[in-house]
């Protein structure tokens, strides 16, 4: 079993910066990627950003140019740097893991940006 605890929400004025962390634990030999989800209130929820293995990065659309995903392999977490944070960036954001295993969540991490 694999264990992913999520750190760093919290509620930021618009323009502010938050650090979101993930860390994986458990029965772990690889992992393929790591990244964040978000689903904002009423909605689906969205991939926000992915990093593999070999430092392929991807992001949403909406956040690029102001969220960093960064990885370390060797201690299996994964961090997302929010800057310039939006209202609509409100949501619970999730951490992810894919592994040969299977596919992993967080419990989720509220992250509220107000005016």
């Known amino acids: 079993q694999v264990q992913l605890v999520e750190s760093g929400g919290g509620l930021v004025q618009a323009g502010g910066s938050l650090r979101l962390s993930c860390a994986a634990s458990?029965?772990?030999?690889?992992?393929?990627?790591m990244g964040w989800y978000r689903q904002p209130p009423g909605k689906q929820r969205e991939l926000v950003a992915l990093i593999t293995s070999g430092g392929t990065i991807s992001y949403a659309d909406s956040v690029k140019g102001r969220f960093t995903i960064s990885r370390d392999n060797a201690k299996n977490t994964v961090h997302l740097q929010m800057n310039s944070l939006k209202p609509e960036d409100t949501a619970v954001y999730y951490c992810h893991a894919q592994l040969a295993s299977g596919r992993y969540w967080g419990q989720g991490t509220q992250v509220t940006v107000s005016l």
């Open positions: 458990g029965s772990i030999f690889s992992i393929n990627f």
